[in-house]
């Protein structure tokens, strides 16, 4: 069964079309309402000139993905350091994203200083703030399994993020491990809106079935058993679930460890099976439960981002030693380098 609904459903990390005239025209509109420099002597950031992607050295590359690239980056004239997105010219995801974070300004979300015009080779890039720990992810990959005090911290975080954007009806749709920046500060901030949504209504629905199979809610990943359409704020909460059990896990959580996670195993894992149970000892009550009530299958019982900000595993953390804990895993990971 899950063969034949693979057939059906389109493949999920395909690159996007090319999108039309206006799509490259919005991405212009965009980058002059973030960059008032292009226009007017003025910056939402330190810098006082217009900014061009000619006016800052890549140091590093921080991560790649479909369409483009992330460096860290200094700008020559003031030694700054931040996160440089150079995306190709017409993807919509540029667009897309930029769109998103000009709407945007939380602590619990990267900031986007400035949309940089296009150079010579077609490119833009969106000047964002560099967070200096990485990705969630890249410190599991070093440190393996997280402490549940430190997980706390995350989910908090994670959560405010995400209920500032949903309260701007606004949804992620990719939320995973490679999505969520640490500082070493230990400020977690939820990164990389190519793929997210700015809804018209509060209630509204979604269709688009992009993102990342092996994070995405059962009805994401299976649209033809539930009408074709989801609740993307449920969604939103599934993603964040599974993300947090990887966490504590240490590796993927809805296969069996060694596993590939090919198409049709996900499809079995996220669809039919059941979630992991975390035994007695291994992980608090609370921990339990906070993940049980973020993976339910049906997305109607699943806990809104508001219930997950009052549980007892994230209300409950002590925040300080959260924090502590959260800081010293980052550290550690940066240690590892």
Not at 92 to 106: G, K, N, Q
Not at 167 to 179: E, F, G, M, Q
Not at 281 to 310: M, N
Request: a positive charge.
């Amino acid at each position: 069964m899950a063969m034949i609904r693979e057939k059906r459903l389109p493949q999920l990390h395909l690159a996007l079309p090319v999108p039309s005239r206006a799509a490259a025209q919005d991405l212009a509109v965009i980058a002059r309402r973030t960059n008032p420099a292009a226009t007017k002597a003025s910056t939402p950031s330190a810098l006082s000139s217009q900014f061009r992607l000619a006016d800052f050295d890549k140091l590093a590359v921080l991560g790649r993905g479909n369409g483009g690239t992330v460096y860290k980056a200094r700008h020559r004239e003031t030694c700054a350091l931040y996160a440089l997105k150079v995306q190709h010219y017409g993807d919509p995801a540029a667009a897309a994203e930029a769109d998103v974070l000009s709407r945007t300004a939380s602590p619990f979300v990267v900031r986007c200083h400035s949309v940089l015009p296009a150079d010579a080779s077609g490119d833009v890039a969106l000047l964002l703030e560099l967070v200096d720990g990485g990705s969630l992810d890249s410190i599991r990959s070093r440190r393996g399994a997280f402490a549940e005090a430190a997980l706390a911290e995350v989910a908090a975080q994670a959560l405010s993020g995400l209920a500032y954007l949903h309260a701007r009806r606004i949804v992620h749709l990719d939320i995973k491990p490679a999505n969520l920046l640490v500082s070493t500060a230990g400020d977690v901030k939820v990164a990389d809106f190519g793929i997210a949504k700015v809804l018209a209504r509060a209630g509204d629905q979604c269709t688009s079935y992009a993102g990342t199979s092996a994070y995405m809610s059962p009805e994401r990943f299976d649209p033809e058993a539930h009408g074709g359409h989801y609740d993307p704020y449920a969604a939103d909460v599934w993603s964040l679930g599974v993300t947090l059990l990887e966490l504590f896990m240490g590796r993927y959580p809805l296969l069996p460890a060694g596993q590939q996670p090919t198409w049709p195993a996900l499809m079995c894992a996220v669809c039919f099976g059941e979630p992991p149970v975390l035994p007695d000892g291994a992980a608090s009550p609370e921990l339990r439960g906070f993940i049980a009530a973020c993976l339910q299958k049906d997305y109607r019982s699943r806990a809104s981002v508001a219930e997950l900000l009052a549980h007892p595993f994230v209300a409950g953390r002590e925040v300080a030693a959260s924090k502590r804990a959260l800081r010293k895993l980052v550290a550690d990971a940066s240690s590892s380098l």
